[in-house]
């Protein structure tokens, strides 16, 4: 199994940026996908999740702003962020696990290697 982010990169504050999880070996669509990100001296943390049945949930903090969709014909996962804020820099994760979403990192069976997103003028 292998989950290959892409699209990480620098954007200013209030602009977008989407990045994506493709997946071999797996098919998402019976599995739960989530976006993990972790900033430097920080603890890994779910952003945003969806479920095999394509149920969505968000971290407070990113609500309004995220969105998490899935191709199924594409077995790609993508994270779409808009109004982006400096705190949302972070290497962001893809992970995903057979059962519901959960934000315990544990419990994730299978991650991608990170794209890092910068948010700075």
């Known amino acids: 199994v292998h989950l290959v982010e892409s699209g990480g990169g620098l954007v200013q504050p209030g602009g977008s940026l989407s990045v994506s999880c493709a997946a071999s070996?797996?098919?998402?669509?019976?599995?739960?996908v989530g976006w993990y990100r972790q900033a430097p001296g920080e603890e890994r943390e779910l952003v945003a999740g969806?479920?095999?049945?394509?149920?969505?949930a968000y971290v407070d903090s990113v609500k309004g702003r995220f969105t998490i969709s899935r191709d199924n014909a594409k077995n790609t996962v993508y994270l779409r962020m808009n109004n982006l804020k400096p705190e949302d820099t972070a290497v962001y994760y893809c992970?995903?696990?057979?059962?519901?979403?959960?934000?315990?990192?544990?419990?994730?069976?299978?991650w991608g290697q990170g794209t890092q997103v910068t948010v700075s003028s």
């Open positions: 969806i479920s095999s049945a394509g149920n969505t």
């Open positions: 992970a995903a696990r057979a059962s519901h979403i959960t934000d315990d990192a544990r419990l994730y069976d299978y």
């Open positions: 070996g797996i098919i998402f669509s019976q599995n739960a």
